[in-house]
């Protein structure tokens, strides 16, 4: 019996022990490689006696704060491969954890708060009084894009490399494909909840969403979903900067100067608002192509999507009334010259 009792197996508990004890000596050792590489790395000289593990700490973490800002770097150099339309940065004040450094004037960030600025798009840090002074040269990260509708235009074209947004082109290919023929077509709306289903689906899903006539039979819900995207851009797709010179490009009664204004109005739009715009009018002359069908010629669709492609920039009520008139001449002007003003 004590023979037996002698050779007895170790219990599930001792060797628990034993294997969180061998675990916590490779862990040691593993941290202890760490060290010796970064110290190399800072071109420390380590003698016998090596320095507390508190002593570490804040080395680690420049050391990964560096790392961070080189492959983020990298990956934007590979990026501005690829022309991109020109982008602000989106800057907001940030709170940083651990060291970091300006990437505009590579100073330390000092401070324990609102150290500095981050771009919401693509992620860049600088102090704030650097912010003015970094070039318009965004490059958004898909990580900082949350969702499709509302998102900045240019910005999302950046962030999928696409020279149009996939609402758009998406929209658009299906409506062309079994809709062109459907009387009100954009005149009439489709059911709200659906349209709502199909900008959730595109917020979650992107370009693999379904919009197929399987998923949504009513192609009204396809016009709706794309008259909501374009209504819901922070920046219209006739941006406020251009906004003015259209309007007054409208007003003119001669038609070769009217042509040119619009020439001249358009050439104020940022790449990407110019390209959307383009694939859009094309598409609205297609569709009043269509018109013995769907009944809706340039004019009905100016009605349309006057207010919904350009918006009055900070004006008082009554003139942004009396602009009204106005967006769907410059609607109508546009679809029945695209193949002379694009």
């Known amino acids: 019996c004590s023979f037996v009792c002698s050779t007895r197996m170790p219990s599930r508990e001792s060797y628990d022990v034993h294997k969180e004890e061998k675990s916590l000596v490779q862990k040691a050792k593993r941290e202890a490689n760490q060290e010796d590489i970064l110290a190399a790395a800072l071109g420390m000289r380590m003698g016998p006696q090596k320095p507390p593990a508190t002593f570490w700490q804040p080395l680690k973490l420049f050391a990964y704060s560096q790392l961070t800002s080189l492959v983020r770097r990298a990956t934007l150099k590979e990026n501005e491969r690829t022309p991109r339309s020109e982008k602000v940065h989106n800057f907001k004040v940030h709170t940083f954890r651990g060291p970091h450094w300006c990437e505009h004037c590579a100073s330390f960030m000092w401070g324990l708060m609102a150290q500095g600025v981050k771009c919401a798009d693509c992620g860049v840090n ?6 003015p002074l ?20 240019t910005t999302l074209v950046n962030a999928y490399n ?39 689906a595109f917020d979650k899903d992107g370009e693999k969403t379904d919009i197929s006539g399987n998923a949504y039979e009513d192609i009204n819900i396809i016009t709706g ?25 409208a007003k003119l009664t001669d038609p070769e100067k009217k042509l040119e204004a619009f020439r001249e109005a358009l050439a104020l739009l940022p790449p990407s608002h110019s390209e959307t715009l383009k694939y859009l009018m094309a598409h609205l002359k297609r569709v009043t192509q269509n018109e013995k069908f769907n009944l809706m010629n340039a004019e009905n669709l100016a009605i349309v999507f ?37």
Do not use: W
């Open 162 to 200: 696409t020279a149009r947004p996939m609402v758009v082109d998406m929209c658009i290919r299906e409506i062309e494909s079994r809709g062109l023929k459907s009387e009100g077509l954009y005149r009439i709306s489709g059911f709200t909840d659906s349209v709502e289903e199909v900008k959730m």
């Open 306 to 342: 006057g207010p919904t492609l350009m918006r009055a920039p900070n004006l008082d009520a009554v003139t942004a009334l009396n602009d009204i008139r106005y967006q769907r001449q410059v609607v109508e002007v546009l679809i029945k010259n695209e193949d002379v003003l694009f």
């Open 126 to 131: 600088v102090h704030k009084q650097c912010s």
């Open 225 to 249: 979903a794309l008259k909501l995207y374009l209504r819901d851009l922070p920046v219209p797709v006739i941006s406020y900067d251009a906004y003015p010179r259209f309007i007054e490009a």
């Open 134 to 153: 970094v070039p318009n040269d965004c490059k958004p990260d898909m990580r900082h894009i949350r969702k499709i509708y509302s998102c900045d235009l």
